[in-house]
């Protein structure tokens, strides 16, 4: 199209798009400078158990304490650096960071398995399965089983074969996977059997109105069904609400994350909400009362 303007339909496009790579790369700049310096922290979020409402584990997600704009999540500043160098060295920070909390909770007496979010970018480095064992090394004290890591479903589904045998990789040194946001990325059953990832992640899409529309229910039921097929376990996102619980406690949902249970936090508040949550005890009490 620009073509078909001749040189000044070229002029003004090069323009525009100059302007918005200059200010990705600022941006840019100004993350790895935040990443130096110290200002982005992991936020945790917890995960239960749905029958017996024990934590189960926590997501670590990424925020930055921005000295001028306050605390920002995710979607303010991580998408210019999909695919960028800084990518890595974030995602690198995550895992590290992530490990190193863990073994400050487990010395305060709280075991706590912790998922961390990886890009489709980040996974697909050649080194990947080495860097991560390098790392999981300095952290001898933490036992197999206790990093877990999410990838969006629809990256997975982007090179199968690769992501497939690097799971298995990674699974042998210990490390779960999940398929974050599940059901947004037209998995079918012949691409599960072919992902050794033990968990899915319901995305919370479907959880938001469930109880009010059937197509998102069946969507849930049939992730569940899946999940018990195939032998995983399934987390279901966004739960906010005694209504969501005590519907997934009645269709066989493993385990529930949302601000019903808890929003994010940061990590020196966990062991205290951990020791004041009060279990399943609202869905289950609301479950009885709906569904028998
Ligand atoms: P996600 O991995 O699917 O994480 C769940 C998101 O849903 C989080 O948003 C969480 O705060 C939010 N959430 C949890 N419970 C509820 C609920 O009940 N209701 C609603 N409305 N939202 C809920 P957050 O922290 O803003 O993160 C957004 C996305 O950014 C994440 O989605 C993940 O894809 C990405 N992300 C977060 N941290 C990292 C990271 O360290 N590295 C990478 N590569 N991506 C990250
Ligand atoms: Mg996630
Ligand atoms: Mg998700
Ligand atoms: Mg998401």
Known sequence: QAKEKGRNGYQIFDAEHDRQSRFRQEGLGRLAQALQQGELCLFYQPKVNMRDGSVVGAEALMRWQHPDKGLLTPAHFLD??????????????????????????????????????????????????????????????????????????????????????????????????????????YSSLLYLKRLPAGKLKIDQSFIRDMHEDGDDLAIVQGIIGLSEAFSRSVVAEGVESIEHGSLLLHIGCDHAQGFGIARPMPADALLGWAQQWQGAAAWQLASKRRWT
Not at 126 to 150: C, H, S, T
Not at 164 to 170: D, H, I
């Open 80 to 185: 210019d650096a999909e695919g960028s160098p800084l990518d890595i060295a974030l995602g690198e920070w995550v895992l590290r960071s992530a490990l190193a909390q863990m073994r400050f909770w487990q010395a305060q007496g709280m075991t706590l398995p912790v998922s961390v979010n990886i890009s489709a970018y980040h996974l697909q480095q050649d080194n990947f399965a080495e860097r991560l064992a390098a790392l999981l090394a300095e952290y001898p004290e933490l036992p197999a089983g206790m990093l877990e890591i999410e990838v969006l479903e629809s990256t997975a589904l982007k090179d199968i074969t690769r992501v497939g045998a690097l799971m298995t990789t990674c699974r042998e040194l210990g490390v779960e996977f999940s398929l974050d946001d599940f059901g947004t990325g």
